[in-house]
């Protein structure tokens, strides 16, 4: 058992240092290539691989939806094309400042998957719960104005702000459609929602072309950032995808989803490497949003274990009772 959980965190701690890394490298592809390019040309090696292992490992059966083929559609849409393109169309637009924040977003996904909770089941979060949620997006405002609030809503800030909550809704949305598919292998869930999402995303991003919103980069541009490309195929792509959703099965979502805050930790490291002066404001955000997510995961194991007790004590009466009969 204890195996298990040692091997779970290092999986979730590898997957999500590695998302931390992709953002500074990244901003550095975005010199030479348009996000939206940048971003399919990832992914589609990714999806390719993984489908053919898919299809060595399971089979062609594994690739029938059972009934399942709008959700997979969804989740794999929510991941890989709104999170994907919007989250590094964000960072893009907010250049070297834009690094840390999207890192962070990508962490902000748990307290948002709150919020999509309380919209999609009626389920109306705890009010400490809701305390959370409220400190993680000053956590993030922090970081997005330096620690001058006015400044969202001046020019360049406000609509690069909305893009990256929109990614990190997307990414919140994937998260929480691993739980929707439980008799599917990792393997499998992680095979088609790349490919659904990455298919999608590759017509919207040919649709944009079509009609001049981006400019298709040329084969040399495309090579310039080739040592990109490898890291992020294989590394914040088809290693920490494979790797996370397996660490969630064998640590359980309200344990694996703490290894999270790996991320932006990890970016500030690599940005600070780099020679980037990260702020006070910056820190302190990024602190103030993963102390919030593991105040939340805490207050969740004390629910838990609070139903876990009075499920206990209700059992027990009723034998009690029963053998007094």
Not at 90 to 95: A, D, E, I, S
């Amino acid at each position: 058992m204890r195996n298990n959980i040692f091997v779970g965190a290092l999986l979730a701690i590898i997957a999500s240092a590695s998302w931390g890394a992709m953002f500074p490298v990244a901003n550095d592809a975005f010199l030479h290539i348009d996000p939206f390019y940048f971003t399919i040309i990832r992914y589609l090696p990714v999806a390719l691989i993984l489908s053919i292992s898919l299809w060595m490992v399971e089979g062609k059966e594994a690739f029938k939806t059972e009934g399942n083929g709008f959700r997979i559609w969804f989740f794999g849409t929510m991941g890989f094309t709104v999170y994907n393109l919007f989250i590094f169309w964000g960072q893009n637009m907010l250049g070297d400042s834009g690094v840390v924040l999207a890192s962070i977003m990508e962490s902000l996904a748990p307290i948002i998957s709150v919020l999509i909770v309380w919209g999609l089941y009626k389920q109306r979060p705890h009010t400490f719960t809701m305390f959370t949620v409220v400190g993680a997006f000053v956590g993030v405002l922090l970081v997005v104005t330096n620690g001058d609030f006015l400044s969202l809503f001046g020019p360049g800030r406000l609509i690069p702000f909305i893009i990256l909550l929109i990614a990190a809704g997307g990414w919140a949305f994937y998260t929480i459609g691993g739980s929707v598919f439980p008799r599917w292998t990792v393997l499998r869930y992680s095979a088609l929602s790349v490919l659904y999402g990455t298919l999608t995303a590759t017509v919207v991003v040919i649709l944009s072309s079509i009609v001049g919103w981006i400019d298709v980069p040329t084969i040399a541009e495309v090579y310039t950032v080739r040592y990109h490309m490898l890291f992020m195929i294989f590394i914040p792509g088809l290693l920490a995808l494979i790797f996370w959703n397996q660490a969630v099965v064998i640590l359980k979502p309200i344990n694996a989803i703490l290894f999270i805050n790996v991320a932006p930790v990890t970016t500030i490291i690599i940005r600070v490497l780099q020679g980037y002066t990260v702020s006070f404001y910056e820190i302190a955000g990024v602190l103030i949003v993963s102390a919030m997510i593991i105040a939340n995961n805490l207050y969740q194991r004390y629910l838990l274990q609070h139903e876990k007790r009075k499920h206990v004590s209700l059992k027990n009466k009723t034998q009690t009772a029963s053998s007094l009969q």
